[in-house]
């Protein structure tokens, strides 16, 4: 390899190896964020549904519209309305 080659190749490399560990890291932070951040437990509902509620299946609170929680029935876990 001619030596004028050497000090880009080299220079490539290291440019390389240097975002492979900073894009490493970013991973690792975003991890432990979602390790602080505990997820809501999903509990019993109060109230026993109507039939037709068991046809809104969730698995987080997030998976349910505004003022509606995931909570566990008989029929799984369903999106029911706190009002």
Request: aromatic fraction near 8%; charge should be negative; glycine fraction near 4%.
């Amino acid at each position: 390899m001619p030596a004028q080659a050497l000090l880009p190749t080299l220079f490539l490399c290291m440019l390389l190896l240097f975002m492979q560990t900073q894009g490493g890291h970013r991973e690792r932070e975003w991890y432990t964020m979602q390790e602080i951040q505990p997820v809501p437990q999903i509990k019993v509902c109060e109230k026993l549904p109507e039939f037709y509620q068991c046809n809104r299946q969730c698995e987080t609170h997030q998976d349910c519209q505004a003022n509606n929680i995931c909570c566990s029935t008989f029929c799984g876990n369903i999106c029911m309305s706190l009002l």
